[in-house]
């Protein structure tokens, strides 16, 4: 079973810059793991931010993106806002089945 | 905009069987290439992702979940379920139903707003 490992938790000041990861135990992460990313806010479902590695949602603001970076899948925020604050966890699909990253808790300060 | 609404018991019995039904409006569950996904989440914990079911019927689940999990998909209702058996305290959590896309794209798009489910002694 795959086990995709997320930071636990990053701080960044309003109006700056912050990147994410999510690496795999098998290795790798590559395009064909179909990196997803979700913003979940206390109380509330998760939203869909990222899909396929870098495609935003509609919905999603520019300020976030998504890459592959250092063989990890990756979600940086550029001119993070307040109401960034947020656990985001990833997700990929491997083999048929779904795995998600144990979570980022994102503090803006 | 494709919508989704679980329902079901919020509070259950150890040992005994959790069913839970997702009603999606704004679409259908017929045809394409989607897939119905439930997930939950444990009090404080992170999301857990339990299976999915086509409108086909082919079906997949985590792996490391036992085989107590079993989701199937009324397509004449335009709804799909959930069976948990068995139920423990460690089933205690949000589940949330979803709809993966499954053109090529492999993304979670659209979730429901989530049932609390507790498993009493």
């Known amino acids: 079973q795959t086990v995709v490992t997320q930071e636990p938790s990053l701080t960044v000041s309003p109006g700056g810059t912050v990147t994410l990861t999510c690496a795999s135990s098998t290795g790798t992460v590559t395009s064909d793991y179909y990196p997803n990313w979700f913003q979940q806010k206390p109380g509330q479902a998760p939203r869909p931010l990222i899909y396929?590695?870098?495609y935003r949602h509609s919905w999603t603001p520019a300020r976030f993106s998504g890459s592959l970076l250092g063989g990890k899948a990756a979600l940086t925020l550029s001119g993070v806002q307040p109401e960034d604050e947020a656990d985001y966890y990833c997700l990929f699909y491997r083999g048929g089945v779904h795995v998600f990253g144990g979570g980022t808790r994102l503090t803006v300060l | 905009q494709v919508q989704l609404q679980e329902s079901g018991p919020g509070l259950v019995k150890s040992s005994e069987t959790l069913s839970l039904t997702c009603t999606v409006s704004?679409?259908?569950?017929?045809?394409?290439?989607?897939?119905w996904t439930w997930i939950r989440q444990p009090p404080g914990k992170g999301l857990e992702w339990i299976g999915y079911s086509y409108y086909s019927g082919f079906s997949n689940y985590n792996p490391s979940l036992k085989s107590r999990f079993s989701i199937s998909v009324d397509r004449s209702k335009d709804q799909f379920s959930l069976k948990v058996t068995s139920v423990t305290a460690a089933d205690t959590a949000v589940y949330y139903c979803?709809?993966?896309?499954?053109?090529?794209?492999?993304?979670?798009?659209?979730w429901g707003r989530g049932i609390s489910v507790t498993v009493s002694s």
């Open positions: 979803a709809r993966g896309d499954g053109s090529g794209y492999y993304n979670l798009d659209s």
């Open positions: 704004g679409g259908s569950v017929n045809g394409g290439s989607y897939y």
């Open positions: 396929s590695t870098r």
